[in-house]
């Protein structure tokens, strides 16, 4: 695979079927829009609408209860933390690694093809490298899982896989690519973050920790190949966070 345009290649832009190789994720709208509605709940204060209470539940959980129109609905603490637990946060993680390694890979043969214009050797070079680190995040996660006697995760997360092909096709050039990646990265960074806490065992929460920084890292390489500070931020942030 090509890490450069070949200027021997045609500029029509290639088809961009099929959903494993294919695709950049842009999620961070609807998805972020998920995560936050399904952590939080809102109460109505005009008092004419439903009454809202909060109780803590073991294990610093919480549940909260809302009556209208003389119905009440309780929601369940969240999930206990176990090694069980886990093993399902472990297979989520890896399946965004797939998701990672098929958008780099779709990046790298849609340059390679002339469809993104051209492409600067560092920037090639970025997105080789970034991939092969997201290819050995996954191995990790998949050596953790069948350890346990869990199946490998191969497969990205369908919902995601769908987005990742729908929003693809509006890229045209190196700077929607890096957008899109960017992107990709400060999900991925933001969900490691918030699910490190939720973790009940030693080997998941090293491996969620150490890859973290990483795709941290890659959001301020790809800061910079957009023109912005590479690290805007004092502080790592999960509100891009998504859930299994």
Same mark, same amino acid.
């Given at each position: 695979?090509?890490?450069? /345009?070949?200027?021997?290649?045609? !500029?029509?832009?290639? *088809?961009?079927?099929?959903?494993?190789?294919?695709?950049?994720?842009? #999620?961070?709208?609807?998805? +972020?829009?998920?995560?936050?509605? @399904?952590?939080?709940?809102?109460?109505? +204060? &005009?008092?004419?609408?439903?009454?809202?209470?909060?109780?803590?539940?073991?294990?610093?959980?919480?549940? !909260?209860?809302?009556?209208?129109?003389?119905?009440?609905?309780?929601?369940?603490?969240?999930?206990?933390?176990?090694?069980?637990?886990?093993?399902?946060?472990?297979?989520? @993680?890896?399946?965004?690694?797939?998701?990672?390694?098929?958008?780099?890979?779709?990046?790298?043969?849609?340059?390679?093809?002339?469809?993104?214009?051209?492409?600067?050797?560092?920037? @090639?070079?970025?997105?080789?490298?970034? *991939?092969? *680190?997201?290819?050995?995040?996954?191995?990790?996660?998949?050596?953790?899982?069948?350890?346990?006697?869990?199946?490998?995760? +191969?497969?990205?997360?369908? &919902?995601?896989?769908?987005?990742?092909?729908?929003?693809?096709?509006?890229?045209? &050039?190196?700077?929607?690519?890096?957008?899109?990646?960017?992107?990709?990265?400060? /999900?991925?960074?933001?969900?490691?973050?918030?699910?490190?806490?939720?973790?009940?065992?030693?080997?998941? #929460?090293?491996?969620? $920790?150490?890859?973290?920084? #990483?795709?941290? *890292?890659?959001?301020?390489?790809?800061?910079?190949?957009?023109?912005?500070?590479?690290?805007?931020?004092?502080?790592?942030?999960?509100?891009?966070?998504? $859930?299994?």
């Amino acid at each position: 695979m090509k890490n450069q /345009i070949d200027p021997d290649m045609g !500029t029509t832009e290639p *088809q961009r079927s099929g959903v494993n190789r294919r695709g950049f994720l842009a #999620i961070g709208g609807a998805l +972020s829009a998920a995560a936050v509605l @399904a952590a939080c709940s809102k109460s109505d +204060s &005009d008092g004419g609408g439903s009454d809202s209470s909060t109780t803590a539940a073991k294990g610093g959980d919480t549940t !909260t209860t809302e009556a209208e129109a003389g119905s009440t609905t309780t929601t369940a603490p969240e999930t206990e933390r176990s090694a069980e637990n886990d093993l399902k946060l472990g297979a989520f @993680a890896a399946g965004l690694e797939v998701l990672a390694v098929n958008t780099y890979g779709a990046a790298l043969d849609a340059a390679g093809k002339g469809a993104l214009g051209e492409v600067p050797p560092a920037v @090639a070079e970025y997105v080789t490298v970034a *991939q092969k *680190q997201h290819q050995a995040q996954l191995d990790r996660w998949n050596e953790l899982l069948t350890g346990a006697g869990a199946e490998a995760v +191969s497969e990205p997360p369908k &919902d995601l896989e769908a987005t990742v092909n729908k929003e693809f096709g509006k890229v045209k &050039d190196v700077a929607g690519a890096a957008k899109l990646a960017r992107e990709l990265e400060q /999900i991925a960074a933001a969900t490691y973050l918030s699910v490190i806490p939720l973790l009940a065992t030693e080997d998941p #929460i090293r491996l969620a $920790a150490s890859i973290q920084p #990483i795709d941290m *890292q890659h959001v301020a390489v790809l800061n910079f190949v957009l023109g912005e500070y590479p690290v805007p931020d004092t502080f790592a942030k999960t509100d891009m966070a998504v $859930a299994p």
